[in-house]
């Protein structure tokens, strides 16, 4: 049983068009993690949110934690070839001192 | 480089055969994560070091994994009469606080069992 649901699982579109990617799970986290990991690397730490219905922005990218702290979403405006990879969120609990990661969505930017 | 560095960075072992893979943290790191991520998937926690104390190895699929960090800076992750479904990419993060806080990670290995 996955504790952090990602959805969708792949998602390819047209370079310039707009996406949204969900984090989605019954359990209620401190904070939760968004990562990028692209092939042959290691994941790479894009923001970390921890208040509930917090907004955070990084240049195109729209990082948004639920009010009640049990889901997540990324919403990027006009996809670029460059932000193409695996998209993965990991969420931290106060009474844990690990993240679990979700499943990942593979995101292609075609040209 | 200042980043997490592990090596190998490809092993290619026989079923069956004992394979060590290494982790060098960033300097001043007190915690050392190990995970396990098959194809397509996210990590799936192994291990948990804080300093050379492993706290918490729940994630260990079996008995014949074994990581240490003896000096509290390097680790090694050790898998003993390795089978097929040891097959996977295995991550290596660091952080300077515990799990919660933001992590970087290596390159990993890509243990492939024949």
């Known amino acids: 049983t996955q504790l952090l649901e990602q959805s969708p699982q792949f998602l390819s579109i047209q370079e310039g068009e707009n996406l949204t990617v969900y984090c989605n799970s019954s359990s209620v986290f401190s904070s939760l993690q968004w990562y990028r990991q692209e092939p042959g690397e290691g994941p790479v730490l894009l923001v970390t949110v921890v208040t509930g219905g917090e907004v955070k922005k990084l240049k195109r990218l729209t990082f948004q934690f639920g009010d009640a702290r049990k889901d997540s979403s990324l919403h990027i405006t006009a996809a670029q070839p460059g932000d193409t990879g695996l998209y993965l969120c990991a969420g931290a609990r106060s009474s844990a001192s690990k993240i679990i990661f979700g499943s990942g969505t593979r995101l292609s930017i075609r040209p | 480089g200042a980043g997490v560095s592990q090596s190998p960075r490809y092993k290619v072992a026989k079923r069956g055969q004992d394979v060590a893979l290494r982790c060098d943290p960033i300097s001043g790191h007190v915690s050392l994560f190990w995970y396990q991520q098959a194809l397509g998937q996210g990590p799936e926690f192994l291990t948990y070091?804080?300093?050379?104390?492993?706290?918490?190895k729940s994630g260990l699929p079996s008995d014949r994994f074994f990581a240490e960090r003896p000096e509290g800076s390097v680790s090694t992750l050790k898998i003993q009469r390795t089978q097929q479904e040891d097959s996977a990419v295995y991550l290596c993060?660091?952080?300077?606080?515990?799990?919660?806080?933001?992590?970087?990670f290596g390159d990993g290995t890509r243990l492939s069992i024949l």
């Open positions: 070091f804080q300093n050379e104390a492993q706290l918490d």
């Open positions: 993060a660091s952080s300077l606080g515990d799990g919660t806080q933001p992590q970087h």
